[in-house]
């Protein structure tokens, strides 16, 4: 195990693969770490652990999901992303070609958010303690004056709005799993959101809150908010959109989409006067084209979230114990 | 979805909820048991309580193998992997059904068993050819609807000669459940929860075909509607189940014609007496042990019978105190009923059967129902 | 119990197929069905087809909805 214990060998890796493709003056320095001045003002901090199996799936790899995930989670209070770290894990043996792979998907990913990966880590475990690769990346931003976006703000008459199809990433993860392999042609929704929440606060800065859907989807979420607001939802199942490929591939699996995770989604609960032209602003985004209002923010003391359905009846959306999995019966 | 869709459609819905009113007696109770989970979730997935009359009322029975194997049987499970290392090969909804010890399959999985989910036998197959030097055993449940699919990969294993892999059989019956519900002393005697009509399980009659629910209608005196399970299915069968009621009636009638016959999936049936026979009696969570209910592999497969291989003996595994689940599933009592329901059983944590899957009567009315109708 | 659709059999190979959900195509086992034809709708269940559609039923099941007479 020679590379994570320092030496020639550990080097060259960085070198060779990491400082190469994520190429910026900061890393370049070679140091622990990575010295920068900003303005003045609130940052945002993010950090998360990317674990997700398959490793490489259609729209996306371990990498991009990586760069995406924690850039969103950064914009999601409003703020501007500015820089990012990566730690890396990785099992001893795994292909060179396929951790360049990714690397080089992480690189894409950054550059074209216009975010640095400007330090990192690297670690290696004896082969059969990890799933190849393991990711873990931090990422901080600029929070703009007078903005003012938490999970604890939506309130009684607030529309919710979401920028496109929910269950797109996690129908596309269970499709490339063994044992469940099906065909489909939906790829990951895997995206950094940030410029879309920039056009979003900029014109309407009183958004009072915004979360993306990942892990347990848009009803999880949903959940998570109005207990964190003490509120109830209500939702209209004929305004969620959702592609039918989603719906068949959750037909065939026994899956409700509305649990099942996006990585290039976002929840916006705004005032309701403010909704009409956010929603516009969205649908002008390349990430918001299908935007859609899907219900507001009612009074509810149990905090429910309910759903009229396409069918005239209503039904709670209730949260899940767990991930949700495939079923027979 | 091609005739999926279709059966789903609202404008449908809304006349099929008039005709319904309109044919519904204001001076009678209609309790119409649905024994299959399927129709439990449309029920509620749906929200078809919102488009009935009040005095229609679900009654949700036993319909779920899943909440009904005994948890004694789960633990045969794990220990086959944990203790004898197989790869044991079981369908997504047994992961997480709690066993004793509040263990589960997706626990021991994290503690270093291998066990896998799988679509389809034919994976558990696949896994067993592709890992020759590893015992590969299938976790097998259901109904007569998931039975063929077992009995086609342990003839196929025997053609085959796939000798590391074998079947832990859990296959159940549903008429021995049925009757069981009819019979027992608070509806045969008593009289409680009179249960008026069966809505008949869409997927097993396509196996058994709609001849065997003759006997119930016949000797009950029940109507019997065997129901497609999409929602606009279950709202023609309530009120064909109306209609019977209202007339006297009690006989098998067929909602699902577009899968379901007289003689069902013949070649399904055979397939299954070659390699199946009922065992004399199989208990049943929160029902006991029922006669002739459960199947078990017969001698000339023996090879393939994991009980035999790994000499797997019972567990015993008492259910909790307070729980209302035997009530429930014979449609006694309502999950608000059970004092455990909300406070210490929830799908989190769940103490009985009917909580234990998504398809069981506690299960769907809270994920679906606890919203207060206005 | 028993999740079970409708799908449609696009191609057969042996004893398999491959069927057509909707938007997504999955390989299934015909063990259980005879005389399937591509273009024939099956029942299927846990990667097996149960049964074939009777296209015709389906049609006058829903008929038999739509003309329901409402009148209050």
Redesign the interface.
């Known amino acids: 195990m020679s590379h994570g214990s320092g030496g020639l060998a550990m080097t060259q890796l960085i070198d060779e693969l990491f400082v190469k493709h994520f190429d910026n003056e900061l890393l370049s320095q070679s140091n622990d770490q990575a010295i920068f001045t900003t303005e003045p003002g609130r940052m945002a901090m993010s950090v998360d652990g990317h674990v997700v199996s398959p490793l490489f799936f259609p729209g996306g790899d371990i990498g991009s999901l990586s760069v995406h995930g924690t850039i969103n989670d950064v914009a999601m209070s409003g703020a501007k992303p500015l820089y990012l770290t990566a730690s890396f894990i990785l099992e001893e043996g795994y292909p060179l070609l396929d951790l360049e792979k990714i690397v080089i998907s992480m690189a894409k990913a950054a550059n074209d958010a216009g975010v640095s990966i400007v330090t990192g880590d690297t670690k290696v475990v004896e082969k059969g303690n990890g799933d190849g690769v393991f990711i873990t990346t931090t990422g901080i931003g600029i929070v703009p004056k007078g903005i003012n976006i938490s999970g604890n703000r939506a309130q009684v008459g607030d529309a919710i709005i979401v920028n496109g199809s929910m269950g797109d990433h996690g129908v596309v993860i269970m499709s490339s799993r063994a044992?469940?392999e099906?065909?489909?042609?939906l790829e990951s929704d895997s995206a950094a959101l940030h410029t879309l929440v920039a056009d979003m606060v900029n014109i309407a800065p009183n958004i009072h809150c915004l979360r993306d859907p990942t892990r347990g989807g848009l009803a999880t979420t949903l959940n998570e908010l109005a207990l964190q607001s003490d509120v109830g939802v209500k939702l209209y199942e004929s305004e969620i959109p959702i592609?039918?490929?989603v719906?068949?591939?959750c037909?065939?699996?026994?899956l409700d989409p509305l649990y099942v995770a996006n990585e290039g989604k976002l929840i916006c609960i705004c005032p309701k006067e403010n909704a009409d032209q956010l929603l516009s602003t969205m649908k002008a985004h390349p990430l918001g084209k299908d935007a859609a209002i899907i219900g507001e923010v009612i009074e509810d003391n149990?905090n429910?979230v309910?759903m009229k359905?396409?069918?005239?009846?209503?039904?709670?959306v209730?949260w899940?114990?767990?991930e949700q999995?495939?079923?027979?019966? | 979805?091609k005739y999926?869709d279709e059966f789903?459609n609202?404008e449908v819905?809304?006349k099929l909820a008039q005709a319904i009113q309109n044919e519904t007696k204001q001076n009678r109770q209609y309790n119409l048991m649905e024994f299959c989970?399927?129709h439990t979730h449309a029920i509620?997935?749906?929200?078809?309580?919102?488009?009935m009359p009040d005095n229609i009322n679900f009654v949700h029975g036993p319909g779920?193998?899943?909440c009904v194997l005994p948890m004694g049987r789960i633990d045969n499970a794990i220990k086959l992997a944990v203790e004898d290392e197989v790869i044991l090969c079981t369908?997504?909804?047994m992961?997480?059904v709690p066993a004793s010890n509040r263990t589960s399959l997706?626990k021991a999985k994290a503690f270093g068993a291998d066990v896998?989910?799988?679509?389809s036998t034919q994976?558990a197959l696949t896994i067993a050819k592709d890992n020759p030097n590893a015992q590969v055993v299938f976790f097998a449940i259901?109904f007569e609807t998931?039975t063929p699919p077992t009995a086609v990969a342990i003839q196929q294993a025997q053609k085959e000669g796939i000798k590391n892999f074998s079947v832990f059989c859990n296959h159940i019956v549903t008429p021995a459940a049925i009757q069981s519900i009819l019979e027992s002393p608070e509806v045969r005697d008593l009289g409680m929860v009179s249960v008026d009509g069966f809505f008949g399980p869409s997927h097993v009659s396509s196996i058994i075909g709609t001849q065997p629910y003759e006997f119930f209608a016949n000797e009950y005196q029940r109507p019997v509607v065997i129901a497609g399970f999409e929602?606009l299915d279950v709202m023609q069968s309530a009120l064909m189940l109306i209609r019977q009621l209202n007339e006297g009636r009690f006989e098998v009638e067929n909602e699902y014609t577009r899968v379901v016959t007289y003689e069902g999936n013949i070649k399904s049936k055979l397939l299954v007496e070659e390699v199946f026979e009922l065992r004399q009696t199989f208990e049943w969570r929160g029902l006991g042990e029922l006669p002739y209910s459960g199947l078990k592999i017969k001698d000339c497969f023996a090879d393939f019978d994991a009980e035999k291989r790994f000499n797997i003996s019972k567990i015993n595994a008492s259910d909790i105190k307070g729980c209302e689940c035997p009530s429930i599933l014979r449609g006694i009592k309502k999950p608000a009923n059970c004092k455990l329901f909300g406070t210490v059983c929830t799908?989190?944590n769940p103490m009985g059967s009917c909580m234990v899957?998504?398809?069981g009567a506690c299960a769907a009315h809270?994920?679906?129902?606890?919203?207060e109708k206005k | 119990?028993?999740?079970a659709?409708p799908a449609k059999v696009i191609s057969i190979e042996n004893e398999n197929a491959?069927v057509e959900?909707?938007?997504?195509?999955?390989q299934i086992s015909l063990a259980l069905v005879d005389d399937v034809k591509s273009g024939d709708y099956v029942l299927i269940?846990?990667g097996y087809a149960l049964s074939k559609l009777d296209t015709k039923k389906a049609e006058s099941t829903l008929e038999v909805m739509q003309q329901l007479k409402t009148k209050i």
């Open positions: 044992n469940l099906f065909e489909t042609t592609k039918p490929g719906l068949s591939s037909e065939l699996l026994g149990n429910f309910q359905t396409k069918f005239g009846g209503t039904r709670i209730d899940i114990s767990g999995l495939p079923r027979i019966c | 979805m999926i789903r609202q819905a809304q989970g399927g509620f997935r749906y929200g078809i309580p919102d488009l779920c193998p899943v369908y997504g909804d992961l997480r997706l896998r989910m799988v679509y994976d259901g998931t929602p799908p989190e899957s998504s398809e809270w994920s679906y129902g606890r919203y | 119990m028993c999740l659709h491959i959900l909707g938007e997504v195509k999955k269940h846990v």
